[in-house]
C-alpha cells in the first residue's frame, strides 16, 4: 500500500484566497483525521471521520475552516478566506478498529502551508 | 481537554549514548503510543502500549506503560546518527475514544 497520500506538498498563497488540502486514506481504513502542527501548539486535532461522516469537529478553528469526505477514499481541508496565521503543516492520518481499540493512526507526509 | 506533559523538551547527546524521556498526564490514558518525526515527513509509529505495566521493546527502544496509567517512557539504547528526530508520545484518554493526544515532542540531537 502507498500509505497515506496527500497533495500537495506545499502551498504558498496570498491572504485571502482559497486553500483546498487533499488526503487519499489507506484503502481500508475507516477512520480519518487532519491535524495540524505549529511550532507554537504542537500537533492537534482538527476533524476527523468515521466512515465518511465528521465525528468530531471541535478542533476546527473557525468557520473559515471546512472538511468533507465524499467517499471512503478521498478527503479534503478547506480553508477560506486564509490568513497568514494558518501557515502551519496540515497533516492527514489514517486508522481502522481492532478489536475494542482504535489502532495506531498512519500519517501523511504533510502538507506545509505557507499564507503570506 | 487533555494534556499530556512530555520531558524533556529537547536532549543533547553523543552517539552510542542512551536516552530516556518521558510523558505524563492529569488524567488516565488507556493506550500509549511513541512516535518519531523526522524533518519534512509525518509522524511514523515507533511502540504501542495497551495494557497498564506493560514494558514492550523494538530493537533498541523500549516503552513502558506506567502503572498508574498516566504515565509512559521510552528509552533509547546505544543511540546512532538516524536516532535524530522529534519523538512525540500520544495516546486515547477513554476505552475506544478516537481521539489521540499528542504531547509536546522531544528533539533529539546527537552530536558527532
Redesign the interface.
Known sequence: DAGVIQSPRHEVTEMGQEVTLRCKPISGHDYLFWYRQTMMRGLELLIYFNNNVPIDDSGMPEDRFSAKMPNASFSTLKIQPSEPRDSAVYFCASSFRQGGYLAEAFFGQGTRLTVV | GQQLNQSPQSMFIQEGEDVSMNCTSSSIF??W?WYKQDP??????LI?L?KAGELTSNGRLTAQFGITRKDSFLNISASIPSDVGIY?CAG?SN???????????TRLTIIP
Open positions: 488507556n493506550t503510543l519534512g515527513e509525518g509522524p511514523v509509529l504501542a495497551y512525540f486515547h476505552f475506544g475514544n478516537e481521539k489521540l493526544t499528542f504531547g509536546t515532542g
